[in-house]
């Protein structure tokens, strides 16, 4: 059975970069069957699709939120990073790692379609 756990800190300043780490056990980041996603829920409000890394190391990434953020991969530690720069106090959020089915182009992630989530990891930006 897959799992996935965030890793990362927990408080930014504004302006600065946010950097998280999913690892993955139980699961290969590189099969084709599965894409893998970071979710995030600010106060308040609903699940957020911010974007996606496919099996061949590409990514794609959320209209609101591209100029802003990179999602990327370690292979050798079965892990994919997130990073958003230039963050505010609106980034304050819980953020989530997923899995969900392949991606194709044009592809809309309802949320419903992720079937393994990491537990969450609350980032608040303040300085």
């Known amino acids: 059975q897959v799992q996935l756990r965030e890793s990362g800190p927990g408080l930014v300043k504004p302006s600065q970069t946010l950097s998280l780490t999913c690892t993955v056990s139980?699961?290969?980041?590189?099969?084709?069957?599965?894409?893998w996603s970071w979710i995030r829920q600010a106060p308040g409000k609903g699940l957020e699709w911010m974007g996606v890394?496919?099996?061949?190391?590409?990514?794609v990434y959320s209209p609101s939120l591209k100029s802003r953020t990179s999602i990327y991969r370690d292979t050798s530690k079965s892990q994919f990073s997130l990073q958003l720069t230039s963050v505010t106090p609106e980034d304050t959020a819980v953020y989530y790692c997923?899995?969900?089915?392949?991606?194709?182009?044009?592809?809309?992630?309802?949320?419903?379609?992720?079937?393994?989530w990491g537990q969450g990891t609350q980032v608040t930006v303040s300085s």
């Open positions: 890394i496919v099996y061949d190391g590409s990514s």
């Open positions: 139980g699961g290969s980041i590189t099969t084709n069957d599965y894409a």
């Open positions: 997923a899995r969900g089915p392949r991606y194709y182009s044009g592809r809309y992630y309802y949320m419903a379609e992720f079937d393994s």
